[in-house]
């Protein structure tokens, strides 16, 4: 199984950019999809990005397309969430998933811890 950490979070003024990174130990990042979800108060868990090391796709949630990029870099075994041109209604608590069957939250089978993203207006 894989274990996931992410980190880079913060507090950043609408405009700003984050780079997210979510460190993998126990396999390798390349065996699986890896996704990125985020979660704000109240509301459910929302997928945001995903990349699929098969022909390197990615995939994103059509509200942070041309703001948002995933990338990975396999010698680290970490994935990025580069966010640039950040918004208010980008505040959430992101997380990193691994292993995927299907394209909703609960398809996922490895999850991080989340790192909280807050942006201000």
């Known amino acids: 199984q894989v274990q996931l950490i992410e980190s880079g979070g913060g507090l950043v003024q609408a405009g700003g950019s984050l780079r997210l990174s979510c460190a993998a130990s126990?396999?390798?990042?390349?065996?699986?999809?890896m996704g990125w979800f985020r979660q704000a108060p109240g509301k459910e868990r929302e997928f945001v990005g995903r990349?699929?090391?098969?022909?390197?796709?990615?995939y994103y949630l059509d509200s942070v397309k041309g703001r948002f990029t995933i990338s990975g870099d396999n010698a680290k075994n970490t994935v990025y969430l580069q966010m640039n041109s950040l918004k208010p209604e980008d505040t959430a608590v992101y997380y990193c998933?691994?292993?995927?069957?299907?394209?909703?939250?609960?398809?996922?089978?490895?999850w991080g811890q989340g790192t909280q993203v807050t942006v201000s207006s």
């Open positions: 990349l699929t090391w098969s022909g390197v796709r990615t």
């Open positions: 126990g396999r390798a990042i390349s065996n699986y999809n």
């Open positions: 998933a691994a292993d995927n069957t299907g394209s909703t939250p609960g398809d996922w089978r490895y």
